[in-house]
């Protein structure tokens, strides 16, 4: 598995980012994708997920509204729009593929979403006057 995520950076506190992951190793399209983000000193935290089809998205309650997630299959990349920012946003931000257990709940494949170095290295987001 190979994700390698881009687009982060130094943003204004009420400013844009778009982040993408584009991806390879793995079939992309049976797969659903997850967005997750690690803050120095706290948990990784799923912050969004995504269909293998793309239909539907859900979102962690602290972006939900300010946040989209978007696949295009034809290029192997997900994508994280990501607005309203502030500084509780700032973090490592992640890729990693998945599938949802019992319907509802995402799964993450692999060891860890947050610091595999093995499959991508993430994107820092910092969030900053």
């Known amino acids: 598995v190979k994700l390698v995520e881009s687009g982060g950076g130094l943003v204004q506190p009420g400013g844009s980012l778009t982040l993408s992951c584009a991806s390879a190793g793995f079939s992309f399209t049976n797969y659903a994708m997850g967005w997750y983000r690690q803050a120095p000193g706290k948990e990784c935290e799923l912050v969004a997920d995504i269909t293998d089809d793309g239909a539907s998205a859900n979102y962690a309650d602290s972006v939900k509204g300010r946040f989209t997630f978007s696949r295009a299959d034809a290029k192997n990349t997900v994508y994280l729009q990501m607005n309203s920012l502030n500084a509780e946003d700032t973090a490592v931000y992640y890729c990693?593929?998945?599938?949802?257990?019992?319907?509802?709940?995402?799964?993450?494949?692999?060891?860890?979403?947050?610091?595999?170095?093995?499959w991508g290295q993430g994107t820092q987001v910092t969030v900053s006057s």
């Open positions: 990693n593929p998945g599938y949802y257990a019992g319907g509802v709940e995402f799964i993450h494949l692999g060891p860890r979403p947050c610091g595999n170095t093995y």
